[in-house]
């Protein structure tokens, strides 16, 4: 992010409140002028009519304090922060794209950009703001003195004894969120934490009945949790901290208090502001701010990005007109619903009456996200703190393709242990009434609806989150379900390679391709591996000798398109020629190598590709099928079943007696409910089934087996299908043809089947009528697979 201007340094002194005995008080660069650009983000003009509903919901106290702080109805106070937000996302695009910002202002729901020059002013023009060019003029800030200011909501007191016994420091906490490993963990300020002992003692909840400041009496909470150590700064541009919520009873809710119809009465005696998301501050922008002294307050951004002085240290900061009084500090401050600052000092005085009623004062707030790139709590902490906006359902997987298997809608509802109990509730198509509704899973919030028997076409959904007369927002899309496609008897080519291709033209007609997997056709593992990544990924993978890239590939390639290609295995499997050649086609930067020292590191990189999250980790692959790596007709049944189930094969080393250390992590990340090892001891050994159930549970791994491969392939079969409309059919006595056969059935959630040459056994032609397998394709020439198969002649 391109930094702005950061303004002048003020100063500003005090910090938490510090109380004694029964809680009484004790104390410009040039930069290359831009064309107008059409892809920049436009600013809106939202209408406070739109917002009236929203406005309905907003707790009274909060009302109150913007009618009375900033003169305007709640629906206006809406529109404008929609605004504010907005032009936090187009300030920041106009400077990323080489404007010059010397400035913004937002006032009501009106844009105004100060830039260097007209060029500048022409592109701000073209987004919907207005331009002046020259340097914005802000308040003279640099001579204002500044006094810092069970369930855990915004807002809220919190207090800890100092090293003098009996003597409290008391804040408020801003917002809630969670850590890297999922622990409720709550920001305050950093300066809250500068009389911090040593000696033990927690962070503790205080309850006041109202705010100080208006007559609130205050007694001692339990214990909130730890300070989070190494988290709090205070100085060089940060003033934040952190609280982790672990302590029983203590959880941690995703709002921030109301204090009432007025803003200033009982905390929970309207409902708590729920956010929904955090924003940078835009100058001109309304915010409102919640402390355990003074309850809700309101103002508007005079400041952004300011390097003041807090008491003896230098904080980058927000500043605003919104009162503040010491015992804030800590607490939070939001744009609309959005998380915008914690709360970090003011110059408002500390009086016997009303300190609220004194015009002219300032606050300030150290920003959740920095408008210039500065410090920030975003900054700070990065991946590891998330702010918590409530339940608000996320989607991770979208049912799709085909009729019969298609995959579940599914997803997590973040921040769902912060003390709700909610139903999910799922909308198809319009629907008044709930179509289906499930419980998240309490131990990682995943919920999952399963939709059998839907009509074929496009089906629209919204799912939402309700937990007493609450709802989340909604999470919306559209997926498509299609009748499985006429699929040939028969899928040859004159050579393993042209065989690869003809089943990836079936996948052409399926499927838009923008991954492909290439791997070598002269021997089995590497290509194995992929069979369920490919299904999940929707790649289908084709095959190419060691050396050279066959014409048919080449042309196969360049009809699917893809985006990407991921060549698996080393240069022992796949030469840097047929690298080289791919890389003429696509670019170097849409090809890479997944190529490890053995097979068995290739496997963990191709699943650590699919599975990936995007977020450092992995999504969850709710069932584990774990494979012998040394053969291969267990893993090509394997793959297109579970990847019904969304989930992976683990290729190991049968022989051994233990799993590497990095595979079984591996597997430990992807978090499945169930471990499936395919094939009986002589193909997974008796040592390794043993350390799996050890790791995972006894009652979390089955063994699915029989007396020999084609037996344990239709065991597999029927262990994950309980229907199919088409079945795929491989022979079990050599693996070139089902390689790329088997990720195609997983693509369309249809079982494969290995089978002798020229006949099926008995079991395997009674399952193949029970699942309803009219279509029967057969992979490979008649050489490699009679058509008896298809007729289900037994042997």
């Known amino acids: 992010m391109k930094k702005q201007v950061r303004g002048a340094t003020a100063l500003l002194v005090g910090a938490a409140v510090a109380m004694s005995g029964a809680l009484s008080a004790a104390l410009p660069a040039v930069a290359r002028t831009p064309d107008p650009l059409d892809d920049l983000p436009r600013m809106s003009t939202p209408d406070a009519r739109d917002f ?60 105004t ?4 020059d007209d060029a500048d002013a022409a592109v701000v023009e073209s987004v919907g703001a207005t331009a002046i060019v020259g340097e914005q003029i802000l308040p003279d800030v640099s001579d204002v003195v500044f006094e810092a200011a069970d369930d855990l909501y915004g807002g809220a007191g919190w207090a800890y004894e100092t090293s003098e016994s009996g003597k409290y ?151 605003s007109d919104a009162c503040m009084l010491p015992g804030d500090s800590g607490g939070a401050a939001v744009i609309g619903t959005a998380a915008a600052g914690i709360n970090s000092g003011s110059s408002f005085p500390s009086t016997a009456g009303d300190d609220c009623e004194y015009t002219g004062e300032s606050s300030v ?98 799912v939402k989150a309700i937990w007493g007369t609450e709802e989340s927002v909604a999470a919306t899309g559209t997926f498509s379900v299609t009748d499985v496609p006429s699929l040939p008897d028969r899928i040859a080519g004159a050579d393993r390679y042209r ?84 890389t003429s086609l696509f670019g170097a930067d849409n090809v890479s190598r997944f190529g490890g020292v053995d097979r068995y590191d290739t496997m963990r990189q191709v699943v650590d590709f699919a599975w ?51 595979t079984l992590a591996l597997i430990a990340e992807l978090d499945p409910d169930q471990v499936i090892v395919a094939g009986d001891a002589n193909s997974v050994s008796s040592a390794i089934y043993s350390e799996l159930e050890g790791t995972f549970g006894a009652s979390s791994v089955t063994r699915v087996a029989g007396v020999n491969r084609y037996e344990t392939s239709w065991r597999l079969v029927d262990f994950f299908f309980e229907g199919a409309d088409a079945a795929f059919f491989a022979t079990g006595e050599k693996f070139p043809d089902a390689l790329a056969g088997a990720a195609l059935a997983g693509g369309l959630g249809v079982p494969l089947i290995v089978t002798p040459k020229s006949c099926v056994p008995s079991d395997t032609r009674d399952l193949v009528l029970a699942l309803g397998a009219d279509e029967r394709v057969l992979l490979g020439s008649s050489v490699t697979l009679s058509s008896d198969v298809a007729s289900l002649r037994t042997c």
Not at 70 to 97: F, K, N, Q, R
Not at 113 to 116: A, D, N, Y
Not at 619 to 644: E, H, M, Y
């Open 499 to 582: 065989t690869a291709v003809g089943i990836a033209q079936v996948w052409d007609q399926s499927f838009d391709a923008e991954l492909v997997f290439i791997a070598t056709g002269e021997n089995y593992p590497d290509a194995l591996s992929a069979a369920a990544a490919s299904a999940h990924l929707g790649a289908p993978v084709l095959l190419t000798p060691k050396g050279s890239l066959p014409d048919s590939v080449r042309d196969e390639l360049i009809e699917l398109d893809p985006e990407r290609v991921i060549v698996l295995g080393s240069t022992a499997s796949v030469s840097s020629s047929v690298y080289n050649s791919l």
């Open 169 to 319: 420091v008391t804040c408020s906490l801003g917002f809630s969120g969670y850590d890297a490993a999922g622990a409720d963990v709550m920001v305050t300020a950093g300066h809250c934490f500068d009389s911090y002992s040593s000696r033990g003692d927690d962070p503790l909840a205080i309850n006041w009945t109202k705010p100080k400041e208006y007559g609130g009496s205050v007694s001692l909470g339990g214990d909130i949790g730890l300070r989070v150590s190494g988290s709090s700064q205070y100085g060089d541009g940060y003033d934040v901290g952190l609280v982790k919520a672990s302590a029983s009873g203590a959880v941690a809710r995703p709002s921030v208090l109301s204090w009432g119809s007025d803003g200033r009465s009982a905390p929970l005696s309207e409902s708590p502001v729920t956010m929904t998301g955090a924003t940078a501050a835009t100058v001109g922008a309304p915010i409102c701010k919640s402390g355990a002294t003074s309850g809700w307050t309101c103002g508007e951004v005079t400041h952004v990005d300011q390097l003041v002085m807090v008491s003896d240290e230098l904080v980058n900061v927000i500043i």
């Open 113 to 116: 950009v100060w830039v260097r």
């Open 365 to 462: 707030f150290f920003p959740m996200v920095s408008a210039g790139g500065y410090e920030s709590v975003e900054e700070r902490y990065g991946a590891s703190w998330t702010l918590c906006t409530g339940p608000v359902p996320v989607v991770t997987s979208e049912p799709g393709g085909y009729y019969a298997a298609p995959d579940p809608l599914a997803g997590t509802l973040p921040c769902v242990h912060m003390g709700t109990t909610p139903t999910m509730v799922l909308y198809l198509d319009d629907a008044v009434a709930p179509t289906a509704t499930t419980s998240p899973a309490s131990a990682d919030s995943a919920w999952s609806f399963a939709l059998d028997d839907l009509a074929l076409g496009t089906h629209d959904y919204v």
């Open 612 to 662: 990936d999250d995007g977020l450092g980790g992995h999504d969850r692959a709710v069932t584990i099928v774990v494979a012998n790596g040394g053969n291969f007709p267990d893993a090509l049944s394997a793959g297109p079943a579970v990847a019904t189930d969304g989930g992976a094969v683990i290729l190991v080393d049968g022989r051994k007696s233990a799993i590497p250390s990095e």
């Open 52 to 111: 009236e509903a929203a406005a309905e919901l907003l707790p009274e106290g909060l009302v109150e304090a913007v009618e009375r702080d900033l003169g305007i109805e709640a629906a206006d106070y809406l529109a404008s922060a929609e605004a504010a937000v907005d032009a936090t996302v187009v300030v920041d695009a106009l400077a990323e794209a080489g404007v010059e910002v010397a400035g913004s202002e937002i006032d009501g729901t009106e844009l």
